[in-house]
Protein backbone atom coordinates (compact mmCIF):
# COMPACT_ATOMS: atom_id res chain seq x y z
CA UNK A 1 0.00 0.00 0.00
CA UNK A 2 1.49 3.50 -1.09
CA UNK A 3 0.42 6.63 1.15
CA UNK A 4 1.12 9.59 1.19
CA UNK A 5 3.02 11.43 3.82
CA UNK A 6 4.63 14.70 4.42
CA UNK A 7 4.56 15.44 0.66
CA UNK A 8 6.73 11.88 0.30
CA UNK A 9 5.52 8.29 -0.65
CA UNK A 10 6.32 5.78 1.40
CA UNK A 11 5.68 2.14 0.47
CA UNK A 12 3.45 0.21 3.41
CA UNK A 13 2.98 -3.53 3.50
CA UNK A 14 0.05 -5.10 2.50
CA UNK A 15 -0.37 -7.01 5.69
CA UNK A 16 -1.27 -4.68 8.60
CA UNK A 17 -2.11 -5.58 12.12
CA UNK A 18 -5.76 -4.60 13.31
CA UNK A 19 -4.53 -4.04 16.80
CA UNK A 20 -1.63 -2.27 17.66
CA UNK A 21 -0.40 -1.70 21.16
CA UNK A 22 1.68 0.95 22.20
CA UNK A 23 4.17 0.88 25.74
CA UNK A 24 4.91 4.31 25.78
CA UNK A 25 7.98 4.18 27.72
CA UNK A 26 11.28 6.37 27.39
CA UNK A 27 10.24 9.49 28.65
CA UNK A 28 11.96 9.87 31.62
CA UNK A 29 15.43 9.11 30.05
CA UNK A 30 14.72 11.37 26.78
CA UNK A 31 14.05 14.46 29.00
CA UNK A 32 17.29 13.12 30.96
CA UNK A 33 19.58 12.91 28.00
CA UNK A 34 18.49 17.18 27.54
CA UNK A 35 19.54 17.96 31.20
CA UNK A 36 15.63 18.26 31.73
CA UNK A 37 12.86 17.36 34.42
CA UNK A 38 11.20 14.09 33.45
CA UNK A 39 8.28 15.62 32.98
CA UNK A 40 9.05 17.77 29.94
CA UNK A 41 9.74 14.26 28.50
CA UNK A 42 6.22 13.24 29.43
CA UNK A 43 4.98 16.35 27.67
CA UNK A 44 7.17 15.68 24.68
CA UNK A 45 5.66 12.17 24.58
CA UNK A 46 2.04 13.75 24.46
CA UNK A 47 2.98 15.51 20.76
CA UNK A 48 4.65 11.67 19.71
CA UNK A 49 1.35 9.94 20.74
CA UNK A 50 -0.73 12.36 18.97
CA UNK A 51 1.20 11.68 15.84
CA UNK A 52 1.05 8.49 15.94
CA UNK A 53 -2.23 8.26 16.59
CA UNK A 54 -3.11 10.67 13.47
CA UNK A 55 -0.48 8.43 11.50
CA UNK A 56 -2.48 5.44 12.43
CA UNK A 57 -5.69 6.35 11.50
CA UNK A 58 -3.99 7.81 7.98
CA UNK A 59 -2.83 4.60 6.99
CA UNK A 60 -5.90 2.60 7.84
CA UNK A 61 -5.38 0.50 11.50
CA UNK A 62 -8.59 -0.08 12.92
CA UNK A 63 -7.86 -0.27 16.53
CA UNK A 64 -4.52 0.95 18.69
CA UNK A 65 -4.31 1.11 22.19
CA UNK A 66 -1.34 3.05 24.47
CA UNK A 67 -0.27 2.55 27.87
CA UNK A 68 -0.36 5.93 29.52
CA UNK A 69 -0.14 5.12 33.33
CA UNK A 70 -0.15 1.79 34.96
CA UNK A 71 -1.50 0.52 38.21
CA UNK A 72 2.18 0.36 39.29
CA UNK A 73 3.17 3.80 38.03
CA UNK A 74 1.41 5.49 41.37
CA UNK A 75 5.65 4.12 42.90
CA UNK A 76 6.48 7.69 41.29
CA UNK A 77 7.16 10.76 42.98
CA UNK A 78 3.75 13.37 43.39
CA UNK A 79 4.82 16.15 41.65
CA UNK A 80 5.49 13.30 38.06
CA UNK A 81 1.97 11.54 39.15
CA UNK A 82 0.12 15.61 38.97
CA UNK A 83 1.91 16.46 36.29
CA UNK A 84 0.77 13.24 34.18
CA UNK A 85 -2.66 13.76 35.38
CA UNK A 86 -2.24 17.34 34.33
CA UNK A 87 -1.18 15.97 30.85
CA UNK A 88 -4.17 13.32 30.69
CA UNK A 89 -6.27 16.42 31.20
CA UNK A 90 -5.05 19.03 28.91
CA UNK A 91 -5.16 16.00 26.21
CA UNK A 92 -8.66 15.64 26.54
CA UNK A 93 -10.17 19.28 27.16
CA UNK A 94 -8.81 19.64 23.89
CA UNK A 95 -9.49 16.38 21.56
CA UNK A 96 -12.79 18.27 20.59
CA UNK A 97 -10.59 19.37 17.94
CA UNK A 98 -9.80 15.86 16.72
CA UNK A 99 -13.13 14.86 16.35
CA UNK A 100 -13.57 15.92 12.89
CA UNK A 101 -11.18 12.91 12.10
CA UNK A 102 -13.62 10.37 13.79
CA UNK A 103 -11.43 8.40 16.06
CA UNK A 104 -13.67 6.91 18.85
CA UNK A 105 -12.11 6.69 22.14
CA UNK A 106 -12.10 4.86 24.84
CA UNK A 107 -10.48 4.42 28.33
CA UNK A 108 -9.30 0.97 29.59
CA UNK A 109 -8.46 0.57 33.68
CA UNK A 110 -9.34 1.15 37.05
CA UNK A 111 -10.89 5.05 37.29
CA UNK A 112 -12.00 4.87 41.01
CA UNK A 113 -8.24 6.08 42.00
CA UNK A 114 -8.49 9.17 39.30
CA UNK A 115 -10.07 12.56 40.28
CA UNK A 116 -13.46 13.10 39.69
CA UNK A 117 -12.87 15.68 36.59
CA UNK A 118 -10.76 13.52 34.86
CA UNK A 119 -13.41 10.86 35.40
CA UNK A 120 -15.82 12.97 34.37
CA UNK A 121 -13.70 14.53 31.49
CA UNK A 122 -13.24 10.73 30.03
CA UNK A 123 -17.03 10.10 30.38
CA UNK A 124 -17.61 12.71 28.08
CA UNK A 125 -15.55 11.59 25.40
CA UNK A 126 -16.51 8.32 25.94
CA UNK A 127 -19.90 9.68 24.60
CA UNK A 128 -19.29 12.35 22.00
CA UNK A 129 -17.07 10.00 20.10
CA UNK A 130 -18.98 6.70 20.39
CA UNK A 131 -20.63 6.59 16.89
CA UNK A 132 -17.09 7.57 15.21
CA UNK A 133 -15.68 3.70 13.00
CA UNK A 134 -12.59 5.09 11.29
CA UNK A 135 -10.95 3.60 14.13
CA UNK A 136 -10.85 3.11 17.58
CA UNK A 137 -8.39 4.35 20.44
CA UNK A 138 -8.09 2.68 23.38
CA UNK A 139 -6.01 4.95 26.56
CA UNK A 140 -5.26 2.70 29.84
CA UNK A 141 -5.23 5.05 32.57
CA UNK A 142 -3.94 3.37 35.78
CA UNK A 143 -4.32 0.18 33.76
CA UNK A 144 -3.06 -3.18 34.96
CA UNK A 145 -3.70 -6.74 33.06
CA UNK A 146 -3.58 -8.01 36.50
CA UNK A 147 -6.08 -5.79 37.61
CA UNK A 148 -7.97 -6.31 34.21
CA UNK A 149 -8.05 -10.05 35.06
CA UNK A 150 -8.97 -9.45 38.48
CA UNK A 151 -11.73 -7.33 37.72
CA UNK A 152 -13.25 -9.55 35.49
CA UNK A 153 -12.99 -12.71 37.81
CA UNK A 154 -15.00 -10.69 40.26
CA UNK A 155 -17.89 -9.72 37.67
CA UNK A 156 -18.07 -12.97 36.73
CA UNK A 157 -18.46 -14.21 40.50
CA UNK A 158 -21.01 -12.22 41.15
CA UNK A 159 -23.20 -13.39 38.44
CA UNK A 160 -22.50 -16.97 39.75
CA UNK A 161 -23.16 -15.92 42.82
CA UNK A 162 -26.66 -14.34 42.02
CA UNK A 163 -27.37 -17.73 39.92
CA UNK A 164 -26.93 -16.06 36.54
CA UNK A 165 -24.01 -18.34 35.21
CA UNK A 166 -22.77 -22.03 36.29
CA UNK A 167 -18.94 -22.32 36.40
CA UNK A 168 -19.22 -25.23 33.82
CA UNK A 169 -20.18 -22.41 31.32
CA UNK A 170 -17.56 -20.09 31.67
CA UNK A 171 -15.59 -20.06 28.53
CA UNK A 172 -12.67 -18.07 27.47
CA UNK A 173 -15.30 -16.20 25.34
CA UNK A 174 -16.86 -15.11 29.35
CA UNK A 175 -13.63 -13.93 30.46
CA UNK A 176 -13.17 -11.67 27.32
CA UNK A 177 -16.72 -10.33 27.90
CA UNK A 178 -16.21 -9.10 31.29
CA UNK A 179 -12.52 -7.63 31.25
CA UNK A 180 -12.84 -3.32 30.76
CA UNK A 181 -14.46 -3.30 27.49
CA UNK A 182 -15.78 -6.33 25.52
CA UNK A 183 -15.07 -4.59 22.46
CA UNK A 184 -11.20 -4.54 22.09
CA UNK A 185 -9.76 -7.52 19.71
CA UNK A 186 -6.40 -8.84 20.86
CA UNK A 187 -3.07 -7.61 20.40
CA UNK A 188 -1.64 -8.08 17.02
CA UNK A 189 2.11 -6.33 16.90
CA UNK A 190 2.56 -4.80 20.42
CA UNK A 191 5.30 -2.04 20.17
CA UNK A 192 8.15 -0.90 23.28
CA UNK A 193 10.44 1.57 22.48
CA UNK A 194 12.90 2.54 25.08
CA UNK A 195 15.02 -0.60 24.91
CA UNK A 196 13.26 -2.62 27.70
CA UNK A 197 12.24 -6.18 26.91
CA UNK A 198 8.89 -7.09 28.97
CA UNK A 199 5.80 -6.41 29.07
CA UNK A 200 5.20 -4.27 32.59
CA UNK A 201 1.56 -5.65 33.11
CA UNK A 202 0.25 -4.72 29.84
CA UNK A 203 -2.59 -6.49 28.31
CA UNK A 204 -2.06 -10.06 29.24
CA UNK A 205 -4.94 -11.19 27.81
CA UNK A 206 -5.09 -9.98 24.74
CA UNK A 207 -1.11 -10.53 24.16
CA UNK A 208 -1.39 -14.26 24.65
CA UNK A 209 -0.44 -14.14 20.56
CA UNK A 210 0.45 -10.73 19.60
CA UNK A 211 3.87 -10.19 18.16
CA UNK A 212 6.60 -8.38 19.95
CA UNK A 213 8.41 -5.34 18.62
CA UNK A 214 10.85 -3.67 20.51
CA UNK A 215 13.48 -1.11 19.55
CA UNK A 216 15.78 1.38 21.53
CA UNK A 217 14.73 4.51 20.26
CA UNK A 218 12.81 6.62 23.31
CA UNK A 219 9.17 7.08 23.09
CA UNK A 220 9.31 10.82 22.22
CA UNK A 221 11.16 10.09 19.35
CA UNK A 222 9.23 6.97 18.16
CA UNK A 223 7.93 9.18 15.11
CA UNK A 224 5.61 7.44 12.26
CA UNK A 225 9.04 6.62 10.73
CA UNK A 226 9.72 3.70 13.31
CA UNK A 227 6.54 2.96 13.22
CA UNK A 228 6.84 1.84 9.53
CA UNK A 229 9.99 0.21 10.36
CA UNK A 230 7.50 -1.66 13.01
CA UNK A 231 5.03 -2.36 10.10
CA UNK A 232 7.75 -3.67 8.04
CA UNK A 233 8.90 -6.38 10.65
CA UNK A 234 5.37 -7.38 11.44
CA UNK A 235 4.37 -8.03 7.94
CA UNK A 236 7.67 -10.30 7.56
CA UNK A 237 6.01 -12.48 10.63
CA UNK A 238 4.94 -15.96 10.54
CA UNK A 239 1.86 -16.22 13.02
CA UNK A 240 1.00 -19.46 13.30
CA UNK A 241 -1.30 -19.80 16.43
CA UNK A 242 -0.30 -23.02 17.01
CA UNK A 243 -1.13 -24.57 13.64
CA UNK A 244 2.29 -25.92 11.36
C1 LIG B 1 6.73 7.02 30.13
O1 LIG B 1 8.08 6.78 30.22
C2 LIG B 1 5.90 5.98 30.78
C3 LIG B 1 4.92 6.51 31.73
C4 LIG B 1 4.74 5.94 32.89
C5 LIG B 1 4.12 7.67 31.40
P1 LIG B 1 8.84 6.71 31.62
O2 LIG B 1 8.40 7.81 32.51
O3 LIG B 1 8.72 5.35 32.20
O4 LIG B 1 10.32 6.98 31.13
P2 LIG B 1 11.63 6.23 31.59
O5 LIG B 1 11.37 4.78 31.41
O6 LIG B 1 11.85 6.59 33.03
O7 LIG B 1 12.69 6.75 30.69
C1 LIG C 1 5.25 0.93 31.58
O1 LIG C 1 6.41 1.67 31.71
C2 LIG C 1 4.05 1.78 31.90
C3 LIG C 1 3.69 2.78 30.90
C4 LIG C 1 4.30 2.96 29.77
C5 LIG C 1 2.55 3.58 31.23
P1 LIG C 1 7.23 1.70 33.08
O2 LIG C 1 8.37 2.61 32.87
O3 LIG C 1 6.33 2.00 34.22
O4 LIG C 1 7.70 0.20 33.20
P2 LIG C 1 8.91 -0.45 34.02
O5 LIG C 1 8.81 0.03 35.43
O6 LIG C 1 10.18 -0.03 33.37
O7 LIG C 1 8.72 -1.93 33.89
MG1 LIG D 1 9.76 3.66 31.99
Given at each position: ?54 YC ?50 FV ?36 GR ?98
Amino acid sequence: MAIKKNNKTSELPEILPNHIGFIMDGNGRWAKKRMMPRTFGHAEGGRTFEKIVRYCRDIGIKCISFYAFSTENWKRSSEEITALMGLFMQYLNRVSDYYKEEVRMIFVGDRSALSPELIALMDKVEEDTKNFDKMTLYLAINYGGRDEIKYAARRIAQKVKDGELNPEDITEKTISDHIYTTEYPDIDLLIRPSGELRLSNYMLWQCAYAEFYFSDVLWPDFLPAELDKALHAYAGRQRRFGGV
